[in-house]
């Protein structure tokens, strides 16, 4: 877009925010929360990536969206003796955070498993174990996860020798934090029939030792399954448990919105938690790529598509696995393991048939890449699919967030606004900043990785790699969408990492810093969290703003965030959650 047409924009949308406040709606609202010091959003100026923020005191809610917002005098002018008026006692609001990267369902399992989270060293994930295998029935098996090899003194990977020594006669496989690798004990081993001669599926990988005996560990989805089939999946009352204990963790900490892949059969818990008024939480679910069309249309056209609270969004698939487990697939050799390069997971002519093939259907794709070759293979994957979708005279859309909020299509992709995305996106190849703006794809991001990976990151990419890695604003000033999230349960679902991360680009303690030329301003970061990651979802005209016509999702804060130091954004808390004008969450 034009970046006078952009300003122009920008100041039509405040102008009729303003009439909205003065002119009082046919009906009065339903809640006002006054004295508040409430910023509505930040908008991207024209021609860079700085921002203004706007802000008000006051916020008019009826059904569910804002209807007015401005001074309190102005809002407080149209309640009735039905209005709920509610004092926020001058405290920060902001627009609800939008986490564009969640695996909700896995952390609710976790936390009602073994959960290995944070576990400083194997000897205390040994003892959790054991301790969890006494209150098991006999043969029962252990699952569980969270463990991170990276985070213990040896930095040594566990066996299934380390296993059998706390397990008995229970089978076991516990993951690691990213999921993308997982021990298992022998007695699993022996259930999957994994022996000796077992081949590596494609896209997977069993480790042996020296004896050529299988060590335990299992790289990747297609290794995993072997095991994975073999245990008894979740009851329907253990699913809605564990689904209730992520969607309350993630409005304790001001999330009103998340993008999230699970099971099919967690979305049919979903759906029925909605139906029965019990769904808090703003949910887009993503689908299998790789399920056949015929049963991918047939599940898009299972749910209404503009259903606000709850509804299926885009493909999923997975071009490689991770850093920490060395699964991410690289173009050159990791540094620290010569010969090494990762795992991907596709072919890449097969890869470009299929997602054309989705696109030409009118999926939205978004593909996990981590390792630059893998993210080599979703921009050419995305490349073939838009000049099979996009008319030859049809130039590419705007990827201006703030363009899109009155040029695009507001629930589903047309041929010339496929929004496609890469999740993650944490080493790119030298030309793929230009590559992924010149395609229109957004980099779905998660800052708060960086807090962990950063003590060993350098080690494993080198210093040409570490360059572009994790790179931020790099994207931002190729004019690349970023959408920010966490990788709920790689780690935890507070924004409030992922904001200090993103513009510290330092650990948690202030000692160690990452590529410091890839900061981002604290209003870059909360745009992140906010109205990119609405527009990831193609739900920019709903969520993200606190202006009139928006939905009213707005989360109340014990500090203004926008002058808070950093270490202070790590002490943040979350007063109040609201979600449709309702408060779903409040500070003991």
């Known amino acids: 877009m034009h970046p006078h047409f952009r300003s122009c924009v920008t100041r039509s949308l405040f102008a009729i925010a303003l009439v909205c406040v003065r002119s009082a709606p046919a009906q009065a609202p339903d809640t006002i929360f006054f004295h508040g010091d409430i910023l509505t959003g930040t908008r991207l100026k024209a021609g860079d990536t700085s921002t203004t923020p706007a802000r008000v005191t006051a916020i008019a809610i009826r059904s569910g969206t804002i209807i007015a917002a401005g001074s309190d005098k102005q809002v407080l002018a149209l309640k009735d003796t039905h209005t709920t008026s509610i004092d926020l006692h001058g405290a920060f609001a902001m627009p609800g955070f939008n986490d564009a990267h969640t695996h909700i369902a896995f952390a609710g399992q976790q936390r009602l498993t073994v959960d290995l989270d944070n576990v400083p060293s194997l000897s205390a994930m040994l003892a959790k174990i054991r301790s969890y295998a006494a209150s098991l029935p006999p043969g029962a098996w252990i699952v569980g996860g969270g463990w991170d090899q990276t985070k213990w003194a040896s930095r040594t990977l566990p066996t299934r020798q380390d296993l059998d020594a706390v397990t008995g006669d229970h089978p076991a496989l516990l993951e690691r934090t990213d999921g993308h690798i997982a021990v298992a004990n022998s007695a699993a081993l022996a259930v999957a029939n994994i022996n000796v001669g077992t081949p590596n599926p494609m896209g997977g990988q069993i480790d042996h030792d020296s004896n050529g005996d299988p060590t335990g560990i299992i790289r990747e989805a297609p290794a995993l399954a072997l095991l994975q089939q073999k245990i008894p999946p979740p009851t329907t009352e253990t699913r809605r448990k564990a689904l209730e204990l992520s969607i309350q963790d993630a409005l304790s900490h001001g999330v009103t919105s998340i993008q999230d892949y699970s099971t099919w059969d967690d979305?049919?818990?979903?759906?029925?938690?909605?139906?029965?008024?019990?769904?808090?939480?703003?949910?887009?679910?993503?689908?299998?790529?790789?399920?056949?069309?015929?049963?991918?249309?047939?599940?898009?056209?299972?749910?209404?598509?503009?259903?606000?609270?709850?509804?299926?969004?885009?493909?999923?698939?997975?071009?490689?696995?991770?850093?920490?487990?060395?699964?991410?697939?690289?173009?050159?050799?990791?540094?620290?393991?010569?010969?090494?390069?990762?795992?991907?997971?596709?072919?890449?002519?097969?890869?470009?048939?299929?997602?054309?093939?989705?696109?030409?259907?009118?999926?939205?794709?978004?593909?996990?890449?981590?390792?630059?070759?893998?993210?080599?293979?979703?921009?050419?994957?995305?490349?073939?699919?838009?000049?099979?979708?996009?008319?030859?005279?049809?130039?590419?859309?705007p990827t201006d967030p703030n363009a899109a909020i009155v040029t695009a299509s507001p629930i589903t992709p047309r041929p010339s606004d496929f929004r496609f995305r890469i999740e993650h996106a944490q080493v790119v190849s030298p030309g793929a900043f230009d590559r992924f703006a010149q395609l229109g794809v957004i980099a779905s991001m998660q800052p708060s990785h960086l807090l962990t990976d950063m003590t060993w990151a350098a080690e494993r990419l080198g210093p040409d790699r570490s360059r572009r890695a994790y790179a931020w604003k790099s994207f931002l000033d190729h004019g690349v969408v970023v959408a920010f999230g966490t990788d709920y349960p790689v780690e935890s679902i507070s924004p409030f990492r992922g904001l200090y991360a993103a513009i510290t680009r330092q650990n948690v303690q202030g000692t160690q810093t990452f590529e410091p030329q890839e900061k981002l301003t604290i209003n870059q970061a909360i745009y992140a969290y906010t109205q990119a990651s609405a527009f990831a979802e193609f739900r920019e005209h709903l969520k993200g703003r606190l202006e009139p016509g928006y939905l009213a999702d707005i989360v109340v804060l014990d500090r203004d965030i926008t002058r808070a130091a950093p270490q202070d954004l790590l002490r943040t808390k979350v007063l109040r959650t609201i979600v449709g004008g309702t408060t779903v969450y409040q500070a003991p």
């Open 267 to 397: 979305w049919l818990v979903l759906e029925e938690l909605e139906h029965t008024g019990k769904l808090p939480l703003r949910i887009s679910e993503w689908i299998d790529f790789n399920l056949p069309l015929a049963v991918l249309n047939e599940r898009r056209a299972s749910h209404p598509a503009n259903d606000p609270l709850l509804h299926l969004a885009m493909l999923k698939a997975f071009m490689d696995g991770s850093l920490g487990s060395r699964t991410a697939a690289m173009n050159d050799s990791y540094t620290d393991q010569p010969g090494d390069m990762g795992l991907p997971r596709y072919d890449q002519d097969k890869l470009n048939q299929m997602s054309s093939d989705r696109a030409a259907d009118g999926f939205q794709l978004g593909f996990h890449a981590i390792g630059d070759l893998a993210n080599d293979m979703a921009l050419n994957a995305f490349e073939a699919a838009e000049q099979v979708g996009r008319p030859a005279d049809q130039p590419a859309p």
